[in-house]
Each structure stands twice: as C-alpha cells, then as structure tokens.
C-alpha cells in the first residue's frame, strides 16, 4: 500500500544553519511527490514538485529512488522558513489523488 | 480570483444533526477534491470529482458523507448524523490537473 513518512514531528534550527525535512514513501508504481508548506494562519500551498526540479525559496528536493525518499533542503534556514511542511505522493496517477505524511513543523530561531 | 472559496470557515453542531460544507474552486479548474484534516494528520483524501463526475471515493467516507458538484463548478460535503469523530478540517482543493490549490478549509466541532 502507498504510504508517506516524515519521521520528524518538529526540527529546530537556528537561522543560517542549514535544515533538511526527512521524507521517505512507499508506492509500487512511478511516483510523483511533492513537497507543500503552510505557514501560520494561512492556507496549504505546493512548494515544489520533484518534476519541475526547480528550486523555491532557497529549498530543494532530489528524488532518490533507490532509497525511497525525497528529503526537502536548505543550505541557510530563515526565520520566515518557519511553517508546516507536508511531503505528498500522487498516488492517482492523473487523476491527483495524493497522499499526505503527517508533517514536520519547522521552527527557525533567530 | 481569490482561489478556492470555503464555506463556512467554522461549524459547531451538536452530535446527530446533519451539515453541509461548500466548496468554490478557482473558475476554471474541473478538478476538485476534498480532504479531512485531524490534529497532528496530515490532509487524508475523502473524494475527488472531475467536472460534475465524482470519479473516486476513500473508504474514509462512510455511507453518512455525501459529496456533490451539481453543475461542475461549486460542491458540497454532507454529513448525516454526525458523531464525535466528525471533528476536524475540511480541506477543499481544485486543479486543472497540476498543482492543488487549497482553501481555507471548514473546522467541524461536534459538541
């Protein structure tokens, strides 16, 4: 069955220190994952997309099939970095449906 | 456009009354999903409608949860009899088939 876990509940950081959000899935066919973040009193919104492979915010994410995982980086966190991050597998395949891990709130300390 | 619409923002109702939640996605998108969101959970699928067509169902949602998009623009979620376990938000999003974007979500509390 497809599956996706963030181990992390919370990370803490001080800003500049560098920050990666753990993600590993499960799925049997070709995934497509996608990093979303919310940010306090605002709505859930995509970050980035392993497709696109572009970079947002300072922040990557490499797909590494071999280890099932697609961790989220960022060489210097920032205070405004700090939010709720959900790691999310399309398991619908065109349809959309995806499937979210629980979430790692990111807190950055100035 | 002001992205996903959701109505209301909040709903308080006693157990075993019936509730209803609208959902206004971006105009052009024929892809809308609704999601149920509990404390410390990430967004977990209920439904999903391409146009007026509901095309999927999770085993989330039990015969009590009735989800429509009459005319393939607005949808609403019903909840018949509600229970205490009804407690969460309700996310909606639209898509033309790429990106999700989500609203504001409705939090249920059932008293």
């Known amino acids: 069955a497809q599956r996706v876990t963030q181990p992390e509940k919370l990370l803490s950081v001080f800003k500049g220190a560098p920050v990666e959000l753990k993600c590993n899935y499960s799925?049997?066919?070709?995934?497509?994952l996608f990093w979303y973040v919310q940010y306090s009193r605002q709505r859930l919104q995509l970050l980035l997309r392993?497709?696109s492979r572009e970079s947002i915010k300072g922040f990557t994410a490499d797909l590494n099939k071999g280890e099932t995982s697609f961790h989220l980086k960022k060489p210097f966190a920032q205070e405004e970095d700090s939010a709720m991050y959900y790691c999310?597998?399309?398991?619908?395949?065109?349809?959309?449906?995806?499937?979210f891990g629980k979430g790692t709130k990111l807190s950055v300390k100035p | 456009d002001t992205g996903v619409s959701q109505n209301p923002r909040h709903k308080i109702t006693k157990r075993g009354q019936n509730v209803t939640f609208r959902c206004d996605p971006i105009?052009?998108?024929?892809?809308l999903y609704w999601y149920r969101q509990t404390l410390g959970q990430g967004p977990e699928f209920l439904t999903y409608?391409?146009?007026?067509?509901?095309?999927?169902k999770s085993r989330l949602l039990s015969d009590r949860f009735s989800a429509e998009r009459p005319k393939g623009s607005f949808s609403t979620l019903e909840i018949q009899r509600t229970e205490q376990g009804d407690s969460a938000m309700y996310l909606c999003?639209?898509?033309?088939?790429?990106?999700?974007?989500f609203g504001d979500g409705t939090r249920l509390s059932i008293l």
């Open positions: 999003a639209s898509s033309l088939g790429g990106e999700q974007h």
């Open positions: 799925y049997s066919g070709s995934p497509e």
């Open positions: 392993h497709i």
């Open positions: 999310a597998l399309n398991y619908g395949g065109s349809q959309g449906n995806l499937i």
């Open positions: 105009s052009e998108h024929n892809r």
């Open positions: 409608f391409q146009n007026e067509a509901q095309l999927e």
